[in-house]
Structure formats: C-alpha cells, structure tokens
C-alpha cells in the first residue's frame, strides 16, 4: 500500500554537467503526469511519462528535470573553439589590411563572435545527456516511492486500528440484536393490548403474525453479514501490494450503507448509537483513503 503524496530528487551527471530531477506527487482520482525538460529535450518527453506510468497508477504529478549545475556545485566550465578562433581572427586581418582598416581587435572581441563559445548541453553528446536524464529520473522515482511506502505503512496502520473499532462495533450489535427481538415484541404486545379497553380487539394468531413481521423488518443480520465480509476485504487491502485506493474507497462506501440501513432498521437506541459510532470511523477512514494510491 503506498500513500499518492510523496517527493523524490535525484542526481546524475553528463560529463562536467550536473543533471538533476525532482518528481513530487499529490492526490488525484487518475494518473495526471506532466514532465518540464530543459530546452531542446522536449523528445524525451514520452519516453519519461512511460516510465513514470510503470510505477505510478494514481496522482497528480510533476516530474522537473535541470541540466544546471545546483548549489554548491562547480558549474561546467565554457568551452573556446580555438581552431576556429584563430582561423577568424587571421581572416579578419586579412580583410582589415585590403580594405585599409585599422588592426584595432581585442581579446574581448572574442566574446562576440558567434559560434566559438559552448557551454552546458551544447557541448555534450546527446546519447551521454539522454542516459544522464534518464538516470536521475529514475533516481527521482526511487527516492519518491520510497517516501510513499513509508507514509502509506503509516496510513494503513491508522486503518487497520479503525477497523478494528467497526468490527467491535458489529460484533457488539450481533450481541444485542436477539435482546433488542424480545424487547420489541414485549413492547408490541403491550402496545396493542393497551388498545383493548377501547374496544379493538386482536386475535392471538393474527397479533402473533404481525409482531414477527415488524420484528423481521428489522431484522439486522443480513447487512450484519455484509458488513464482516467488506471488512474481511478492507483488512486484505492493507496488506496488498497493488494499488488498492479506488477498491478500499468503495468498500467504505458499502459500509457505510450497510451501517446505516441496520442502524435504521434496528429501532433500538443502543443499536442506534452503534452505527453512528462506526459511521464516524468509517468517515474518517474514508479521507485517509483519498491519499491512497
């Protein structure tokens, strides 16, 4: 079980220049993955969503690569054509000296003439520069999913305390419901012989007939039952190692109803207070779930 909120960084280099990538992800229904690449990698752009969707199922993410020296770090010294240099430097004097120009350049000129000068990804072999992404995002990855393992054991221990407090709730309203039977037939028969001294009158077969229908109306066992089996489910998805978020949200849901309808039908106080005390767990339950992946 992992957590969809987590942060991950990871390092390589490409030759003098350091690559890093940062990866974080938070809450969301699907897998919405969006990957920021330094300019002129934008190709790679699939390449990395596909890897991200291998190991991420669910959650908003953004995946940030830099090909930039960090803090604290050297940055990649620039590089001077000097061929190139000195091939244009000798042409220009040639020029100056036929068209009777004066010899006025300087060392600084250098800085303007184009294509002398190359720094950061330019003077890199793309092949070294793509491996030295890829690397770091991967890194990124590892380092992310490590953070959402740990926070998803933390989730699924706050769960699994939560769901032993429901089971003991349905194991208390198990234990109350034949008691709450006879109570609610005694309270019926009562009811309706109190009804005799003004004159409506009841036969034993037909009084007996009606109290085991209103007792059979609110008859609990079978959501009773519902409910242990979803919990039965909700405990195997603790300890899953797939992506369990969408189906543990849906049992929940189940629950839910099924602890409402008893607690309606029951027509007992304490039974009542039972399912709005599994209620309250299975709301907080419910929002734990929503950063699950």
Known sequence: MKS??????????????????????????????????????????????????ARIRRGAVICRVFAAAGRGQPHPAAGLNEPAAAAMIAQTRRLARRLRLPDDLRASHLLAMPGLWSS????????????AIRRSVRKALADMDRMRQVEGRALAADL??????????????????????????????????????DGLSVSAGRLEREIAAAVMRSDIAEELTRMRSHLQQAERCLHARKPVGRTLDF???????????????????????????AKTELERMREQAQNLE
């Open 120 to 131: 950061g990804p330019e003077q890199l072999r793309p092949d070294l520069l793509q491996a």
């Open 251 to 277: 049992l929940l849901q189940e629950m839910f109803r099924e602890i409402n309808t008893a607690g309606a039908k029951a027509g007992d106080a304490a039974s009542a207070r039972l399912a709005v005390k």
């Open 4 to 53: 969809m909120t987590g942060y991950g960084k990871g390092q390589a280099s490409a030759g003098a220049l350091p690559i890093s990538a940062e990866i974080s992800s938070v809450n969301h229904r699907q897998a919405d993955i969006r990957v920021d690449l330094p300019p002129g990698m934008g190709f790679m752009e699939h390449e990395l969503r596909r890897l991200l969707r």
């Open 160 to 197: 699994a305390v939560r769901l032993r407090k429901i089971s003991q709730v349905v194991r208390r309203m198990e234990q109350i419901a034949p008691r709450a039977a006879v109570r609610m037939k005694r309270q019926l028969r009562g009811k309706i012989r109190s009804w005799e001294p």
